[in-house]
T-cell receptor, first 115, second 112 residues
Framework: NAGVMQNPRHLVRRRGQEARLRCSPMKGHSHVYWYRQLPEEGLKFMVY????????ESGMPKERFSAEFPKEGPSILRIQQVVRGDSAAYFC?????????????FGPGTRLTVT | GDSVTQMEGPVTLSEEAFLTINCTYTATGYPSLFWYVQYPGEGLQLLLK?????DKGSNKGFEATYRKETTSFHLEKGSVQVSDSAVYFC???????????FGTGTKLQVIP
């Protein structure tokens, strides 16, 4: 059973460009979470999605950031008009269902560098 | 809101030394508690978890006990190895679904 897949692993964008980060959850998992890790910091929750639904986006910046998890295909985190402060590692996690006792399985992350 | 506080690093230990990384939390209700480990350049891996008071999570020689009275979940290992060098994150989830709140991480370096 393959783990959580993220691509690309490394992404370099110039200021003002768009960044698209992809996450394929583990087989059978219908819940996806995105986190951001700034250098030397812990992970910060961004958004929680189920298929075709955003459940909680309280950690998402109000502008330039969006996320989706379509019926078919991977979850996408999209950052428009990137700025240097967006440089970070973005981690996706998945779980088979909600509920506090189910641990999340993390992908290897996408390291975004904005030049 | 929920929060996790863990001891600042880096922590440097000699091989076979005893490890304690302190973690305390603030949460509404009865959270589940986790320790995750992150090796350089990799994502997070679940190390252990506890879902109710007095539960002890254990894995690979690491242990942590869910202490509701002190709101703590300290990580311990009796004899660390060089391969344990990593960043350790204490975390919790609560509120009916699994939005996880992480501490800032503690970097552990074990020297031979």
């Amino acid at each position: 059973n393959a783990g959580v897949m993220q691509n690309p692993r490394h992404l370099v964008r110039r200021r003002g460009q768009e960044a698209r980060l992809r996450c394929s959850p583990m087989k059978g998992h219908s819940h996806v979470y995105w986190y951001r890790q700034l250098p030397e910091e812990g992970l910060k929750f961004m958004v929680y999605l189920q298929k075709e639904n955003i459940i909680d986006e309280s950690g998402m910046p109000k502008e330039r950031f969006s996320a989706e998890f379509p019926k078919e295909g991977p979850s996408i985190l999209r950052i428009q008009q990137v700025v240097r402060g967006d440089s970070a590692a973005y981690f996706c996690a998945s779980s088979p269902t909600g509920g506090t006792s189910y641990e999340q399985y993390f992908g290897p992350g996408t390291r975004l560098t904005v030049t | 809101g929920d929060s996790v506080t863990q001891m600042e690093g880096p922590v440097t230990l000699s091989e076979e030394a005893f490890l304690t990384i302190n973690c305390t939390y603030t949460a509404t209700g009865y959270p589940s508690l986790f320790w995750y480990v992150q090796y350089p350049g990799e994502g997070l891996q679940l190390l252990l978890k506890a879902t109710k008071a007095d539960d002890k999570g254990s894995n690979k020689g690491f242990e942590a006990t869910y202490r509701k009275e002190t709101t703590s979940f300290h990580l311990e290992k009796g004899s660390v190895q060089v391969s344990d060098s990593a960043v350790y994150f204490c975390a919790l989830s609560s509120g009916g679904y699994q939005k996880v709140t992480f501490g800032t991480g503690t970097k552990l370096q074990v020297i031979p």
